[in-house]
């Protein structure tokens, strides 16, 4: 039988690579003492309302359900943090905290009332990785710290919009 371990090694290695062995332990622990197929059957009592209440759910249902879309979203993401991690070096200590953010997200009340959704943490990983691409773009700071004691998602430069401040939001649409 795979182990949760194994599992998360198959979808995204780049992420589970960079993240410390006791945050890997604590999520391998978490999600070892249900099986699969337990897990698979109450995510899908509440799909109605989300897709799943973590990332590490959403990648049971993908693997369970062996759903295409569902694998290529994941994987999506795993290569997007690849694709920022080997570009910007000097923000890998950033990247890793926001991937240890994603696979321990919850969100098993209203996904707009939960700032740690994994969705939200996701969409900032894939467009942060899209930005990356856009020549005029340069991240200047990730988590960008705001007087008022909270942060922001990037800081980035714009050769035609000069300087911006950028927050991303998943809107939940339907798969």
Same mark, same amino acid.
């Given at each position: 039988?795979?182990?949760?371990?194994?599992?998360?090694?198959?979808?995204?290695?780049?992420?589970?690579?960079?993240?410390?062995?006791?945050?890997?332990?604590?999520?391998?622990?978490?999600?070892?003492?249900?099986?699969?197929?337990?897990?698979?059957?109450?995510?899908?009592n509440i799909e109605s309302k989300i897709s799943a209440t973590s990332f590490v759910e959403y990648i049971i249902v993908a693997d369970f359900e062996n759903s295409n879309e569902r694998q290529h979203y994941v994987r999506e993401i795993?290569?997007?943090?690849?694709?920022?991690?080997?570009?910007?070096?000097?923000?890998?200590?950033?990247?890793?905290? #926001?991937?240890?953010?994603?696979?321990?997200?919850?969100?098993?009340? =209203?996904?707009?009332?939960?700032?740690? =959704?994994?969705?939200?943490?996701?969409?900032?990983?894939?467009?942060?990785?899209?930005?990356?691409?856009?020549?005029? #773009?340069?991240?200047?700071?990730?988590?960008?710290?705001?007087?008022?004691?909270?942060?922001?998602?990037?800081?980035?430069?714009?050769?035609?919009?000069?300087?911006?401040?950028?927050?991303?939001?998943?809107?939940?649409?339907?798969?």
């Amino acid at each position: 039988m795979i182990t949760m371990k194994e599992k998360l090694e198959q979808y995204i290695p780049t992420i589970i690579y960079h993240i410390d062995e006791n945050t890997l332990e604590e999520v391998y622990r978490k999600y070892s003492k249900r099986s699969y197929l337990l897990i698979y059957q109450q995510v899908k009592n509440i799909e109605s309302k989300i897709s799943a209440t973590s990332f590490v759910e959403y990648i049971i249902v993908a693997d369970f359900e062996n759903s295409n879309e569902r694998q290529h979203y994941v994987r999506e993401i795993d290569n997007a943090f690849q694709i920022l991690v080997s570009s910007y070096p000097k923000f890998i200590s950033d990247f890793k905290k #926001v991937a240890a953010r994603l696979i321990n997200a919850m969100n098993t009340k =209203d996904v707009f009332n939960n700032l740690l =959704d994994w969705q939200n943490i996701a969409i900032e990983l894939l467009i942060t990785a899209k930005l990356w691409h856009n020549k005029g #773009v340069e991240i200047k700071d990730i988590e960008y710290d705001l007087p008022n004691g909270k942060s922001i998602d990037l800081f980035v430069k714009h050769q035609e919009y000069g300087e911006l401040l950028c927050e991303f939001r998943s809107i939940h649409i339907s798969l």
